[in-house]
């Protein structure tokens, strides 16, 4: 398997035959490869290429699509006041069977695993964290982290959430419903939300590689 900057090129074997594709990349492209990059894990352009069709064959085979013809992209957001949520995905993660603070808890366990600290994950977080084991007050402990975070109202985790996957950089989509009751936004009606991954983005101390010097290197 051969690389070049602008060009990829592969041997696929088929039928016991050697077959050679190559597709040449313009260098915006190769740019915004470089931004989807994970440390430590994506070298070439071609494993960004490949998550993200991976990430394209699991939706698919979830058949989870967005709902509703509400569709909102943050940081414009609804108000999800008597909201249920239908279905969410968190990077990579599809999330089954949540609900607002379920959903609030596991973004701050993507954020620790991320970041690799408590401070850290306070630094960009505006829920209520502290270290330890605590379900009182609406604590929701994180055992296998060391700390725990404090449940909130709806539109506060959905502000919170936001604010803390636009710093990591991480896509999230929430598929929900509003209640048909009397406060609701859209009594009755299904809307999604978008986060897009951002360019800007916390990450841990290190950087990933260059694709310029990794595929010159091969």
């Known amino acids: 398997m051969e ?6 090129i592969w041997i696929d074997c088929k039928e016991h035959r050697a077959v050679s594709h190559k597709f040449e990349l313009p260098d915006e492209t190769i740019a915004r490869l470089e931004k989807l990059a994970r440390p430590f894990k994506d070298t070439t352009p071609l494993a960004v290429l490949m998550r993200g069709i991976d990430c ?3 939706e698919a085979a979830q058949g989870e699509q967005t709902v509703g013809e509400n569709v909102y992209v943050l940081p414009n957001r609804p108000n999800v006041a008597h909201t249920r949520i239908l279905s969410a995905s968190l990077g990579e993660d599809a999330l089954s069977r949540t ?23 306070k630094s960009i977080s505006s829920a209520n ?4 084991h605590r379900t009182d007050s609406g604590y929701m402990p994180l055992d296998d982290y060391g700390f725990s975070v404090q449940g909130s109202d709806a539109n506060s985790v959905l502000l919170s959430t936001f604010d803390i996957v636009r710093q990591l950089g991480m896509p999230l989509k929430i598929n929900f419903e509003w209640r048909d009751k009397d406060g609701a936004q859209r009594p009755g009606q299904r809307a999604t939300v978008l986060s897009l991954p951002s360019e800007q983005k916390a990450t841990t101390s290190e950087s990933p590689q260059p694709f310029s010097t990794t595929i010159r290197s091969l």
């Open 129 to 132: 964290v502290v270290p330890g």
């Open 99 to 121: 609900n607002w603070n379920d959903l609030y808890r596991r973004v701050h366990e993507a954020a620790f695993k991320t970041l690799g600290s408590l401070e850290r994950v």
């Open 3 to 8: 690389f070049y900057l602008k060009d990829l």
């Open 56 to 58: 394209l064959e699991r």
